[in-house]
């Protein structure tokens, strides 16, 4: 069984895409890092913020190991700066 995700991206990872969010596909009981990995591996030079990303689903932190479900609205939050 196949769920689908929207994964809001920002800072680094939007630079990366080029775009504000992506629609994506995993099987069921994926872990939230799993998306972090399908996004190093698309693009390599994300991976440097692999240890410093922290995982939200639907407005709430969560650990990476957090299950996905269907329709989970994602967000990946590199650090970031600013003023």
Do not use: C
């Amino acid at each position: 069984m196949s769920i689908t995700v929207t994964v809001k991206l920002f800072a680094v990872f939007q630079e990366a895409y080029k775009v504000p969010e992506l629609v994506l596909n995993f099987p069921a009981k994926t872990p939230i890092s799993a998306i972090l990995d399908r996004l190093i591996q698309e693009h390599p030079e994300l991976e440097k913020w692999r240890n410093v990303t922290r995982f939200g689903i639907n407005l709430e932190f969560v650990n990476p190991d957090t299950e996905i479900q269907d329709k989970d609205e994602i967000v990946l939050i590199p650090p970031v700066s600013g003023g």
